[in-house]
């Protein structure tokens, strides 16, 4: 009897200390933020653009925009330091300059560069971290939109100050806005990691609640 009270006592003890870890370090809930005010109208012809996002780990970045409507592909990599130092651990250090990120070619006449936006803003990552995510700590998980031209950069900015004056976060966007010089992709390991791991504590934790978020609150925007 009394061991049967033990593993009990064990089994709450676990059941309490995930709850515990789930909490501090899951990702929050998705934010309403509404349409950018100020976008481009979807393209008559089918083509292929880029841009470059960094928010946090690129395990669940990559993992969301592979399921928004439009999107073409995602790669997993680097960017905003050089070449020469555009590997994982050296990238980990946080003194390259470069920001764990995520290529994104995507249809612009399926879906806007404001909306893939609103969807990094809203279910991708938490605007308001200054030099870090979630668990994650360090200038390589910081918020940029690496622009790739000036109506990127116009729609961006836009944006930004469009959600800072409606005050959807309780603290200041701290997302910075920089021209995308070069993209180094990761290492083939880091590429589709949640999708090869859905079992990992770190992705249970962090990465899959900000799918299932895409998919429950951007239900027009979700892709399988």
Known sequence: MRRILARGVLVLVVMILLGVLAARYSTSAAVPVGDPAVDDAL???????????????FWGMQLVFEHVKGVV??????????????????????????AESVKIIYDPSKVTFGTLLKVFFSVAHDPTELNYQGPDEGTQYRSVIFYTDEDQKRIAGAYISQLDAAKIFRHKIVTELTPLIAFYPAEAYHQDYAVHNPNSPYIVFNDLPKLDHLRKELPDLYVK
């Open 43 to 57: 393209a008559t012809t089918s083509s292929q653009k880029t841009v470059v996002l960094a928010g946090g780990c």
């Open 73 to 98: 592909s995602v790669t997993a990599g680097y960017s905003g330091g050089s070449a020469g130092t555009a590997q994982y651990e050296t990238v980990s250090t946080g003194e390259t300059g470069h």
